[in-house]
């Protein structure tokens, strides 16, 4: 099962072109101001230097960067029974957590994608689903005790954000992705019938 969220761009372009005017504006400003004697024009290449960063950041970020979500059969565990079931049908009810994972592949243009995790499922506690990613970051520190949180979405203002709580050792980290309902069903469905018997919930 395969999953990769389409990407509006439309917010991140303007917001790009703005802060690349700002930046043009700032280092053509400082010969006027300086002569003046406004404002140093030291302050204003600092500006300018700022905001071509930021604008950058957001282009290949959120513009050109692509994930992809993904449940396989680990076949390093697995049986020859089990690989032969999955290639004919995969069918994530009858696998075991202990031999599915999740991976999240990142790519960028025409280069080769790269996986950025690899987790197994049977070490998935809980499935979130989040409207928006305003309250993301607090609410997994402090009712998860999440100290790590990935964040793999492919938008900048996503309507729906899944949050997938691993366990790691001792501790608790999560992955903040944009899978459809049907992933995000089939994750739950494997957190509920997994070790830690967590399903989905929903916040605003």
Known sequence: MKYSPPMSGKIVS?????????????????????????????????????????????????RFTRFTYSISLR??????????????????????????????VKSQGKRPGVAECILSLDDLKRVVRFTGKKKIAETAKEEFGCKVLYDYTANLFPPMVTVLFFADRDKTIGVAVECDEQMAGVLAAVATSGKYGKTVDRRS
């Open 75 to 104: 076949e390093i565990g697995a049986d020859e029974e089990a690989v032969e079931a999955w290639e004919s049908e995969p069918d994530l009810t009858k696998v075991p957590p202990s031999l599915l994972d999740f991976t999240v």
């Open 14 to 62: 303007v917001a790009s072109v703005i802060l690349f005017a700002v930046a043009l504006t700032c280092f053509i400003v400082p010969g006027t101001a300086g002569s003046l004697g406004v404002v140093p024009p030291a302050v204003f290449q600092l500006a300018g230097v700022v905001s071509a960063v930021a604008a950058i950041f957001l282009a290949v970020r959120y």
